[in-house]
């Protein structure tokens, strides 16, 4: 499924595209599987096999990639502990190096991410055998048991990968699937793999508009899709998005939440902000802040993110630039240093120092003090 291009010539497929016989391995027709056959997958069909066919071979083979590239990312965080799982430095088995991704601080949180994978594939299989509540369980994918705050960045990313990895042999209808699908899409997301994440999301939604699902979760996708044309630099092109998908959340209410339109409303200020159109962001922000802070509460992350954003449209306003002591401009800069200050000390303390979301707030804070100064 989530090889969506032919193996031979890289022609994007359709969902019910050929497979090989012995591998599964996808094609546009048998010429493309001749070809590709005679080229070499003659000497690796048997292996693929093997492992699980294709997109099983294929998800191990990205996980194993994945925890490499979060061990080296971790390495000078965890030198010299042990995981609090296994209490090993070294995993017995697969021989992998330590991470941590999450807000925890000191020795805290230090794991193998395949005692992560080990820990939460235990959970839900007891959990689906006992018929017990699932969420929880399946919040073990992304969340730290210890801090309860989500992973972030390439650990996030491996964790995605094991998920789909976990759960890629189940059928299409199958929930645990198609929610693992959704948890390899975040967390490619959080490790700035965005091309391959909007692959990702563009087969989620094909199917789940063959499902005929609700018009919500079409909209959510769509956001999360917007997300990745942001990621790729397509700002213009994520905005529209925005719009589109926040005027529909409007016409929805009431049969949505007040937390989901706050959520629609915040990401379209980010992508005002990112297209220059500062002065509609400050606006448009000054309006929903509130409602936001209702909605999800201050520590929310989601909340933070606005808020930083409304402190930049703040001090990177065009009436900045042309500073003049008794002018509205120098109370934007003061009130921006203020906001700016308070974030990054809740988004610290909520999300631990390493979380990426702190290095935009610094740098922002950097911007609005020395804005105050011109």
């Known amino acids: 499924m989530i090889l969506t291009n032919c193996a031979a010539c890289a022609a ?64 000078d965080d965890t030198k010299g502990q042990t995981c609090y799982i296994c209490t090993e430095a070294v ?31 235990i959970l839900m299989a007891e959990g689906e055998e006992n018929h017990l509540e699932m969420q929880p369980r399946w919040d073990r994918w992304h969340t730290c048991s210890l801090c309860e705050q989500n992973y972030h960045g390439v650990v996030y990313c491996a964790l995605g990968w094991a998920c789909w990895k976990t759960y890629v042999g189940r059928s299409e209808d199958d929930q645990f699937q198609r929610s693992a699908m959704t948890q390899l899409a975040c967390g490619l997301g959080q490790a700035d793999r965005d091309e391959e994440r909007l692959g990702v999301m563009e087969v989620q939604l094909a199917y789940e508009k063959r499902m005929g699902v609700h018009e919500v979760t079409i909209l959510d996708m769509r956001s999360e899709i917007a997300d990745c044309h942001d990621g790729l630099g397509r700002k213009e092109e994520a905005l ?38 500062r002065a509609e962001a400050a606006t448009f922000l000054r309006k929903h802040l509130p409602e936001a802070r209702r909605a999800l509460g201050v520590r929310d992350p989601t909340y933070l993110c606005p808020r930083r954003n409304y402190a930049f449209s703040l001090y990177r306003d065009d009436g900045v630039r042309h500073y003049q002591d008794d002018g509205p401009s120098r109370d934007n800069v003061v009130e921006a240093v203020a906001i700016l200050e308070d974030t990054s000390s809740t988004a610290r303390q909520i999300l631990g120092p390493a979380h990426p979301l702190n290095d935009g707030i610094q740098r922002y804070l950097v911007e609005a003090i020395e804005a105050r100064f011109v």
């Open 12 to 75: 994007p497929l359709a969902h019910d595209a050929p497979r090989s016989v012995r591998c599964k391995t996808r094609y546009c027709n048998s010429t493309c599987q001749h070809d590709h056959w005679r080229r070499g997958h003659k000497q690796i069909c048997k292996k693929i096999h093997r492992g699980g066919n294709a997109e099983q071979y294929h998800a191990d083979n990205k996980y194993k990639g994945a925890v490499a590239v979060a061990v080296e990312a971790c390495a």
């Open 91 to 121: 995993h017995w088995k697969t021989k992998e190096g330590l991470v941590r991704g999450c807000a925890c601080r000191g020795t805290a949180g230090v794991a193998h991410v395949s005692c992560l994978v080990e820990q939460a594939k």
């Open 240 to 277: 529209e998005f925005r719009r589109e998908i926040y005027a529909r959340y409007l016409a929805l209410s009431p049969d949505v939440s007040a937390r989901s339109i706050s959520h629609r409303a915040l990401c379209l200020s980010g992508s005002l902000n990112d297209t220059g159109r």
